[in-house]
């Protein structure tokens, strides 16, 4: 092998000759459709970050300043802290089971 050559990057390479930026769709479609809380079918799911459970419940489909005054009432009842983003409501600790006796009295509903 010789070490006098160099690697030239710009050999015959025009970037505008129909390169496109590549746009990947949302992984989670976002419905804007507004539904009352019996119409809703919630599930939890639990993930793990900095080595804390969180509790994930949704997705909503209700207006974001009502979503975020559930969010205020539930954590108030829980004792915890959390947010609301992308249609769903995350909670810090194990909470299921509280959580699903709350949105029930609240008229939500769950897949089973």
């Known amino acids: 092998m010789s070490r006098g050559k160099k690697l030239d990057l710009f050999i015959g390479a ?38 804390k459970t969180v ?21 108030k009842k829980l004792g915890c802290g959390g947010k609301y983003s992308e249609s769903f409501m995350e909670f810090q600790g194990e909470l299921k089971d509280k959580l699903k006796e709350l949105l029930v009295q609240e008229n939500f509903r769950f897949k089973k």
Do not use: C, M, Y
């Open 14 to 51: 025009d970037i505008d000759d129909g390169w496109k930026e590549v746009q990947t769709p949302r992984k989670s479609i976002v419905s804007d459709e507004i539904l009352e809380p019996a119409k809703h079918f919630l599930h939890f799911k639990k993930e793990k970050r900095r080595g």
């Open 55 to 75: 509790t994930l419940v949704g997705p909503f489909q209700v207006p974001k300043n009502d979503a975020e005054a559930i969010l205020k009432t539930l954590k």
